[in-house]
């Protein structure tokens, strides 16, 4: 899952104890690397970064998220399949917010993490509170619920990824069989999120 998703699975502010630390962690795992980096921050942002990487475990061996990157590896995706499944998820996760999230609306949410993120840049790695300038500058969070938003992702990505030029078709691969990707998510979504509960209760001191 991308970055809306990992955001969104943090928690609730009023439900989840130590909500800002595990947004936070969950945010800086992206290029938190080894141990040392790990144990650098408090426990309560360590459960956000162990999260993270739960979430992506879960992602990654899932039999449902294999069926759509396979479909995309056959739409010539190749290795970076993966990656356009995780932008794409977010494209439906965002198109369809409400329906996921009734809570707050997209615009709302993505304001709210922005500003989180924001307060507490200084204890992100570099690269990140780099990013963080152009994610909440060009609203990526909310951009991901428009086809135009999911292009520009993919595009983005490649031009930095070594290697992943490919990357650039990699939105008309996945709005070309739109409806196949969004069964898939619908019947991913659910059982990702019951993981995730479940890992918050082992995670939580």
């Known amino acids: 899952m991308n970055f809306l998703a990992h955001l969104l699975l943090s928690g609730a502010p009023a439900a989840t104890p ?4 595990l947004v936070i962690g969950n945010f800086a795992a992206e290029a938190v690397r080894g141990r040392a980096q790990v144990q650098a921050y408090p426990a309560s942002v360590q459960r956000g970064i162990h999260l993270h990487r739960f979430i992506d475990s879960f992602t990654d061996s899932h039999p449902v998220v294999r069926r759509t990157t396979a479909r995309l590896r056959q739409a010539g995706l190749g290795k970076w399949a993966g990656v356009v499944a995780d932008v794409g998820y ?50 990526w969070l909310t951009g991901y619920a428009k086809p135009q938003g999911l292009e520009r992702a993919l595009l983005g ?11 650039a078709t990699g939105a008309a691969a996945f709005l070309r069989e739109l409806p196949a990707y969004e069964a898939d998510f619908r019947e991913f979504w659910p059982e990702l999120r019951a993981g995730v509960a479940q890992e918050l209760v082992r995670l939580m001191p």
């Open 18 to 21: 130590d909500y800002e630390d």
């Open 90 to 139: 977010d494209h439906l996760l965002a198109r369809y917010f409400p329906q996921f999230h009734s809570a707050e609306p997209l615009p709302e949410f993505s304001q709210r993490l922005y500003a989180l993120l924001h307060a507490r840049r200084q204890e992100l790695p570099d690269r990140l509170q780099h990013m963080l300038q152009y994610m909440r500058r060009d609203d």
């Open 157 to 167: 990505l490649s031009r930095r990824a070594p290697s992943g030029a490919v990357l």
